[in-house]
């Protein structure tokens, strides 16, 4: 696979790939190699650089993936670049830490193209001791507790591994670019009327410090982050509803 080096808003020339796969990227070096040795055949890997220092951009092109440079700081900035970035009709999205395997996706995009689901989650299932502090736990807990009273969806994670269509997702034109990104993402498909599923997937210790839910600090700002999210009127997406 040859390599491309992006802008945040440029479309890579030539046919698009199967399925786009988004990988939020912020000095994960030591993380690379096993997550883009996991993406599927034919699979595009877009790892969106988000002002790695140690190495990660170059890394990652070496490794055959195709890289979208986003020098503003914040996931939901990183994750937005690659959407805009990705050609795919279908694209996913992955943690860039090895705590989730990319190989997992492949029955999402099917159910997402076979039309059972708009939008297809993955809750986390932890692995081993340390695969998912206390902390980052209870905060999801209560951002999902939020999430049904805001929207009905009985969710029990707001997992980062998700596929859906890449269309309907910039048509509901998310504006978060910090760590409020995935779940205003879900927020918006509720009001839009999306099928959104979620199945259960393994998620092992990260590999390298976590830049969010590490500590109690950048797990209460991700809160803090999401619950603005929570408190935004409905606004039912600029597309007009959910994808079919």
């Given amino acids: 696979m040859k390599a491309v080096t992006t802008s945040p808003t440029e479309h890579v020339d030539?046919?698009?790939?199967?399925?786009?796969v988004i990988l939020p990227c912020l000095n994960e070096a030591e993380?690379?190699?096993?997550?883009?040795?996991h993406i599927p055949a034919g699979w595009r890997a877009l790892a969106v650089d988000n002002g790695s220092?140690?190495?990660?951009?170059?890394?990652?092109?070496?490794?055959?993936?195709t890289v979208v440079h986003e020098p503003r700081r914040g996931f939901g900035a990183a994750c937005h670049a690659g959407l805009t970035a990705a050609t795919a009709d279908?694209?996913?999205?992955?943690?860039?830490?090895?705590?989730l395997d990319p190989s997992l996706l492949v029955p999402f995009v099917s159910e997402v193209r076979a039309g059972h689901a708009d939008m297809v989650l993955g809750r986390r299932r932890p692995q081993g001791r340390g695969a998912?502090?206390?902390h980052a736990r209870a905060g999801n807990l209560a951002l999902a507790r939020m999430l049904r009273r805001r929207t009905g969806l009985r969710l029990r994670d707001l997992g980062?591994?998700?596929a859906a269509r890449r269309e309907a997702l910039l048509g509901l034109c998310l504006t978060d670019r910090r760590s409020g990104y995935p779940l205003q993402m879900v927020v918006r498909a509720a009001d839009a009327g999306w099928?959104?599923?979620?199945?259960?997937?393994?998620y092992l210790p990260r590999t390298g410090v976590s830049k969010?839910?590490?500590?109690?600090?950048?797990?209460?700002?991700?809160?803090?982050?999401?619950?603005?999210?929570?408190?935004?009127?409905?606004?039912?997406?600029?597309g007009g509803g959910a994808p079919r």
């Fill in 14 to 20: 030539g046919p698009a790939p199967v399925v786009d």
């Fill in 31 to 37: 993380a690379l190699p096993w997550v883009l040795a």
């Fill in 53 to 65: 220092t140690d190495g990660s951009a170059a890394l990652a092109r070496d490794l055959g993936a």
């Fill in 90 to 99: 279908v694209v996913c999205f992955c943690d860039c830490d090895a705590s």
């Fill in 132 to 134: 998912w502090p206390v």
């Fill in 160 to 162: 980062p591994l998700r």
């Fill in 195 to 202: 099928r959104i599923a979620e199945h259960d997937v393994p």
């Fill in 212 to 238: 969010v839910t590490g500590t109690w600090r950048g797990t209460w700002q991700a809160v803090r982050d999401m619950r603005r999210v929570l408190t935004e009127p409905t606004t039912p997406s600029a």
